[in-house]
C-alpha cells in the first residue's frame, strides 16, 4: 500500500504522517491537513455490503492511515463502536415518506458528532504513542452545541489528556447546554462565552497559532490537540457511514451496484458535507451533494454567487449547531478545487480574515460541480417537522427538518429522481421545545425537560438512557468568559 502523507491546505512541502495530523489537530501556518492523495476504494461493493459498521470503519481508515496497523485501529474501532451505540448497526437507515434518513444519533450524547468523536481519543492515544509523544495533550475545541458534549464524553477520564471546551453561552439549546454543564471528569472543562460560535471558533484558531503560547505549553509538558473537524481525525471516522449508507441501499434492494444517490447534508462547519466529498472522490456512485443551510445561509449565498461573505446578520435558529457564518472545512474543498495551490488558498483565507469575503474565479467553482445548495427558513423547518410526523409519525429533528425541507425543494426544481439519504444529525429529543413546537404551539410554554415525556408518549420513542436524568444533574461548570479572554482562561486551567 502506498503510504499517504498529510499537508497543509496553506504551505506547499510541509508534510507529515496521520499520526502527527492527528495529534497536532492544525497545522503550524494555520491550514487545515489534507491527504496526499486520496486513496480509492479497492474492493467490490458486494465484499463491502458483507461487512458491518466496524469492519467497514476498519477497512475505510486502513486506506487513510498508512502509518498505523490494521491491529491498531481494529482495536481504537471496536473501542469506540461498542455499547454506547444503541443501535447494533450504528448508524441507521430509516424510510419515511418516501425519504430515506441516516440516524447519525445513536450515540452517548445523541448527535452525529459521536460517530467519530467516539473514536477520536483512541486514535490520538495510538498516534501519542508511534510519534514518541510524552506531553499531556490538552483537547482545545469550540462547539455550536453538539461536537462539545460529545468531545467531552469522548476524552473524561482518558489518561494523559485534559479537554476545554468553549461554547456560546446564549447560543444553544437548553438540553445542549445541560449536557455540557453537568459534565463530570477531573479533566475536563466546560466554558460559556459571551458571543458566537464563530467567536469561539476564531479564538481557538488564534490559541492554536499563538507563538509565544505554544512555547509556553512546551516548556510546561503541554501540547494542543483538537476535537473540531479541523483534525482530519474526526473528519475521516465520518467517511464510514456513507459509503455504509450506500451499502444499506444496495442490500435492501432500493438501488443497484453503480446506481447514483444523492445526500442531502445540514452543514455549518462543512465538516459532515466534506467527508460526503472523500467517499465521492475514493469512488462511491454520489450524483448530488445537497448543501441545506438555515437562516444563516453563508453556505447557500457561496454556491450560488461564488463570493463567501461572512459580513452579515448573525440569527439565532431553532438548528443552533449550524449557526455559523466561517465554515472552516470549506477550506479543504477550495484546496481540492484549485488544483492543490496552497498560495492561492493562503490568499483567500486572509482575505476572509481582513476583509471579510473571497470570491473564486470561475475554474475553481467548475470543480464543485458535485454540489448542489439550498436553505430553509423557520418557518420552513417547522412545516417539515410537522409534515414528516402527519405523514409517518416520525418525529425529526430541527437540523434534520432543514435537510428535508432543502430536499424537497430541490426535488420540485430539479426534477432529479435520483435516490436520496436525509442525514439526520440528532435525536429530536435535544430540541424537544422546538420540534414538539413545530406540532402544536401548546408546548411553547412548557420546561424543555418536562416535554421529554410528552415525546415519549407522542413518537412512541423511549427517552435515551443519557438524558433521562438529565434535569437532576448537578451543574459543574459554571465559567463564562469574553472572547477576548479565552487565552488568559486557558492559561489558568493550565496554570502557564
Given at each position: ?16 504522517s496521520?499520526?502527527?495530523?492527528i ?9 487545515l491537513?489534507?491527504?496526499?492523495r486520496?486513496p ?12 458491518n459498521y ?10 487513510y492511515l498508512?502509518?498505523f496497523?490494521?491491529?491498531?485501529i481494529?482495536?481504537?474501532v471496536?473501542c ?9 448497526q ?7 415518506n ?6 447519525l444519533?445513536?450515540?452517548?450524547t445523541l448527535?452525529?458528532?459521536?460517530m467519530?468523536?467516539?473514536l ?7 498516534a501519542?504513542q508511534?510519534?514518541?509523544q ?21 476524552f ?14 446564549h447560543?444553544?439549546s437548553?438540553?445542549?447546554k445541560?449536557?455540557?454543564v ?15 460560535f464563530?467567536d ?7 490559541i ?9 505549553l512546551?516548556?510546561?509538558g503541554?501540547?494542543?490537540s483538537?476535537?473540531?473537524s ?9 467517511i ?15 438501488i ?5 444517490i444523492?445526500?442531502?447534508?445540514p452543514t ?36 450560488t ?9 448573525f440569527?439565532?435558529?431553532?438548528s443552533?449547531s ?5 465554515s ?10 484549485a488544483g ?16 471579510g469575503?473571497?470570491e ?10 458535485s454540489?448542489?445548495a439550498?436553505f430553509?427558513?423557520?418557518?420552513e423547518t417547522?412545516a417539515?417537522?410537522?409534515e ?27 426534477l432529479d429522481?435520483a435516490p436520496?439519504?436525509?442525514v439526520?444529525?440528532?435525536?429530536p429529543?435535544?430540541f424537544s421545545?422546538?420540534v ?5 404551539e401548546?408546548?411553547?410554554?412548557v ?14 420513542v423511549?427517552?435515551?438512557a443519557?438524558i433521562?436524568d438529565?434535569k437532576e444533574r ?10 477576548e479572554?479565552m487565552p ?8 502557564l
Amino acid at each position: 500500500m502506498t503510504t499517504i502523507n498529510y499537508k497543509s491546505t496553506r504551505q506547499e512541502g510541509h508534510n507529515v504522517s496521520a499520526a502527527t495530523a492527528i495529534l497536532t489537530g492544525i497545522a503550524p501556518d494555520g491550514g487545515l491537513y489534507v491527504p496526499t492523495r486520496i486513496p480509492k476504494i479497492d474492493k467490490t461493493f458486494s465484499e463491502l455490503a458483507a461487512l458491518n459498521y466496524r469492519q467497514l470503519a476498519v477497512y475505510l481508515l486502513s486506506l487513510y492511515l498508512t502509518d498505523f496497523t490494521e491491529a491498531e485501529i481494529t482495536k481504537a474501532v471496536d473501542c469506540a463502536y461498542d455499547d454506547k451505540f444503541r443501535t447494533p448497526q450504528i448508524a441507521q437507515l430509516e424510510t419515511k415518506n418516501n425519504t430515506h434518513f441516516l440516524e447519525l444519533f445513536h450515540g452517548p450524547t445523541l448527535a452525529f458528532k459521536d460517530m467519530a468523536l467516539a473514536l477520536l481519543p483512541y486514535l490520538l492515544k495510538t498516534a501519542a504513542q508511534k510519534t514518541g509523544q510524552k506531553k499531556e495533550i490538552v483537547i482545545l475545541t469550540a462547539t455550536s452545541g453538539d461536537t462539545g458534549k460529545a468531545a467531552l464524553e469522548g476524552f473524561a477520564g482518558v489518561e494523559g489528556t485534559k479537554i476545554i471546551v468553549f461554547f456560546p453561552e446564549h447560543g444553544v439549546s437548553r438540553v445542549q447546554k445541560r449536557q455540557m454543564v453537568t459534565q463530570r471528569g477531573k479533566n475536563t472543562y466546560v466554558i460559556g462565552i459571551e458571543g458566537n460560535f464563530d467567536d469561539a471558533q476564531n479564538g481557538v484558531k488564534a490559541i492554536f497559532t499563538d507563538p509565544v503560547l505554544r512555547q509556553k505549553l512546551a516548556e510546561n509538558g503541554y501540547m494542543f490537540s483538537s476535537a473540531n473537524s479541523i483534525n482530519i481525525g474526526r473528519l475521516l471516522p465520518q467517511i464510514v457511514y456513507y459509503v455504509w449508507a450506500y451499502l444499506e441501499l444496495l442490500r435492501r434492494g432500493c438501488i443497484k451496484t453503480g446506481e447514483k444517490i444523492n445526500f442531502c447534508v445540514p452543514t455549518g462547519n462543512f465538516g459532515n458535507i466534506l467527508a460526503a466529498y472523500y467517499a465521492e472522490q475514493m469512488g462511491l456512485p454520489v450524483g448530488k451533494l445537497i448543501c441545506a443551510s438555515n437562516k444563516n445561509k453563508v453556505l447557500f449565498d457561496f454556491f450560488t454567487t461564488k463570493i463567501y461573505d461572512r459580513k452579515r446578520e448573525f440569527f439565532v435558529t431553532s438548528s443552533p449547531s449550524m449557526d455559523i457564518l466561517i465554515s472552516s472545512n470549506l477550506e479543504r474543498l477550495l484546496y481540492h478545487a484549485a488544483g492543490e495551490n496552497s498560495e492561492q488558498v493562503r490568499a483567500w483565507m486572509e482575505d476572509l480574515k481582513t476583509k471579510g469575503s473571497y470570491e473564486i474565479p470561475a475554474e475553481t467553482a467548475a470543480a464543485l460541480k458535485s454540489f448542489a445548495a439550498g436553505f430553509a427558513t423557520e418557518a420552513e423547518t417547522k412545516a417539515s417537522i410537522r409534515e414528516v410526523f402527519e405523514a409517518s409519525g416520525y418525529l425529526i429533528d430541527t437540523h434534520t427538518a432543514v435537510a428535508y425541507s432543502v430536499l424537497q425543494k430541490y426535488q420540485k426544481e430539479t426534477l432529479d429522481g435520483a435516490p436520496a439519504v436525509v442525514v439526520a444529525t440528532a435525536s429530536p429529543y435535544k430540541f424537544s421545545k422546538d420540534v414538539l413546537c413545530a406540532l402544536e404551539e401548546k408546548f411553547a410554554q412548557v420546561d424543555d425537560f418536562a416535554l421529554f415525556k410528552e415525546m415519549e408518549k407522542i413518537s412512541q420513542v423511549e427517552i435515551p438512557a443519557p438524558i433521562r436524568d438529565l434535569k437532576e444533574r448537578p451543574v459543574l461548570h459554571r465559567q463564562v468568559c469574553r472572547p477576548e479572554e479565552m487565552p488568559q482562561v486557558v492559561s489558568e486551567i493550565l496554570g502557564l
